[in-house]
């Protein structure tokens, strides 16, 4: 009964491919986010997505692409792979009513740029 | 803009009790979060204050002064399974949609 599901786990890849994270929930909520988590742990909120409609967009090179299929989905491409790419990228979504920022996490991508 | 200040690290022996401390710059403000982390895992949520005073769940206890902009996590008789990174996060102004700022993050570890 996985809340939210992130393929791949893992992805090495070379400078300059192109490559997609999806990320799925069943929690039925309505808000999807993209973070990314550096070498030291910073948490950084790069996406957020409701019902489908981009919301927040950080200042983030746009070689990211976010795209929303449905409220469930919400996945990250990635053209012209850089180094600085390299971290992991977790997904989230919340409830939009509910009155607490919780936010449920998928259990991360980790993304290695070679 | 948001800024959240909160210790690298901290350490404690098994069955101690530590708290870890936050306090943050926000223009408005909705609420402090706290997450765990555990090595390679997900940040999973513990606890939220949108008002003063402390919120307790079992072990775990969260505090919230807004007039001082602080807060804290208070982890009482600790576990070695306890030993994970720990972020306060905060909702500001024009984040209706739930945008969180989260700290660095504290690292706790647990002693035998």
């Known amino acids: 009964d996985t809340a939210v599901s992130q393929t791949p786990k893992y992805l090495v890849t070379q400078m300059g491919n192109d490559k997609s994270i999806k990320c799925e929930q069943n929690?039925?909520?309505?808000?999807m986010y993209w973070y990314k988590q550096d070498s030291k742990k910073f948490l950084k909120i790069m996406f957020s997505?409701?019902?489908?409609?981009?919301?927040i967009n950080e200042t983030v090179p746009n070689r990211f692409s976010p795209k929303s299929p449905d409220k469930a989905h919400l996945n990250l491409h990635i053209n012209s792979l850089e180094l600085g790419d390299s971290a992991v990228y977790f997904c989230?979504?919340?409830?939009?009513?509910?009155?607490?920022?919780?936010?449920?996490f998928g259990p991360g991508t980790r993304l290695t740029v070679l | 803009g948001q800024s959240l200040e909160q210790p690298s690290e901290v350490t404690a022996v098994e069955g101690a009790i530590v708290q870890i401390n936050c306090t943050y710059q926000?223009?408005?403000?909705?609420?402090l979060s706290w997450y765990q982390q555990h090595d390679g895992g997900a940040p999973t949520f513990l606890s939220y204050?949108?008002?003063?005073g402390l919120e307790e769940t079992g072990r775990f206890s969260s505090f919230l002064s807004r007039s001082d902009s602080y807060g804290y996590l208070l982890l009482q008789e600790l576990q070695m399974k306890d030993s994970a990174s720990y972020f306060c996060?905060?909702?500001?102004?024009?984040?209706?949609?739930?945008?969180?700022?989260f700290g660095r993050g504290t690292q706790l570890t647990v002693w035998p």
């Open positions: 989230a979504s919340r409830p939009t009513s509910g009155g607490t920022d919780t936010q449920y």
């Open positions: 929690l039925g909520h309505d808000t």
């Open positions: 997505y409701n019902n489908k409609e981009l919301i």
């Open positions: 926000t223009s408005g403000f909705y609420g």
């Open positions: 204050n949108a008002l003063d």
């Open positions: 996060a905060v909702r500001g102004r024009g984040s209706t949609l739930g945008r969180l700022y």
